[in-house]
């Protein structure tokens, strides 16, 4: 994670202090801020960290699916179960679990959910057997969930089970003065994977990418930067590479 600003001191912060402990994280943010590496961060930096680390993007599966998918089934559970499948909890058994977007989870799933965080147990689709499970976990939402809760769409008694630790990553727009270092790290990444020589940044290009609003934030300053160093044609990267004024947003 790249920042020096007084913003993300404060997410260092919380992550250094956080990671050595078994505690529930809750992750709130915008889309493209960095929750998964966040999440990736505090893994590495706890005692799990030679343990697994298994992410789940809860928003891609429909309920029952996402069931199977995080606790597992018993061959013949279900029309198509034709073997037994471990859920993503059990192989996370011993490391940190990371459920992303878990805000667009139905509220029967989230009954279940809070029932595994209670008894740190999973029963599989189509078992009764309770199967003991050792996990962290993190969970990530770019939803306000207590509109979430008030509204009826998340349960009350699981918000609260997950925000133990609630971590903001801040929008990028929040956090400009990192933007030049954040382009020049991706920068120096691109050049590599595409086997490049590294470019210049001018300074009319980084003052066209401080004055953008970044809707999607890190991710799509990211975007950017990749697209701009395939296209370049100079030495250095120039605002026309960038394409900042197509891309920014209107006033």
């Avoid at 600003?5 to 404060?10: G, H, Y």
């Avoid at 202090?17 to 889309?31: F, N, Q």
């Avoid at 956090?175 to 009319?204: M, N």
């Amino acid at each position: 994670m790249i920042g020096r600003s007084a913003r993300m001191r404060e997410v260092f912060d919380i992550i250094n202090r956080v990671a050595v402990t078994d505690s529930t994280v809750l992750l709130v943010s915008e889309t493209g801020t960095g929750k998964e590496l966040a999440a990736q961060t505090i893994h590495l930096r706890s005692k799990r960290a030679a343990g697994p680390y298994v992410t789940c993007n809860c928003a891609a599966f429909s309920p029952t699916l996402l069931e199977s998918e995080l606790f597992g089934h018993e061959k013949g559970a279900f029309t198509g179960a034709v073997s037994l499948r471990r859920g993503r909890f059990e192989e996370a058994d011993g490391g940190t679990i990371f459920l992303d977007e878990i805000g667009e989870t139905s509220r029967e799933f989230q009954a279940k959910l809070l029932r595994v965080l209670q008894e740190r147990e999973v029963e599989r689709v189509g078992s009764s057997r309770k199967l003991s499970v050792n996990v962290r976990i993190i969970a990530s939402t770019n939803r306000e969930l207590e509109k979430e809760v008030a509204e009826g769409r998340f349960r009350q008694d699981l918000y609260y089970r997950l925000k133990v630790v609630p971590l903001v990553l801040p929008p990028l727009r929040e956090r400009a003065e990192d933007i030049p270092e954040l382009t020049r790290h991706f920068i120096q990444q691109f050049c590599t994977q595409y086997d490049r020589p590294v470019l210049d940044l001018e300074p009319a290009a980084e003052a066209c990418l401080l004055q953008h609003t970044w809707p999607g934030n890190v991710r799509e300053l990211k975007h950017a930067v990749e697209r701009a160093v395939l296209l370049a044609r100079g030495p250095s990267l120039t605002a026309a590479d960038f394409d900042v004024q197509a891309a920014r947003a209107p006033a």
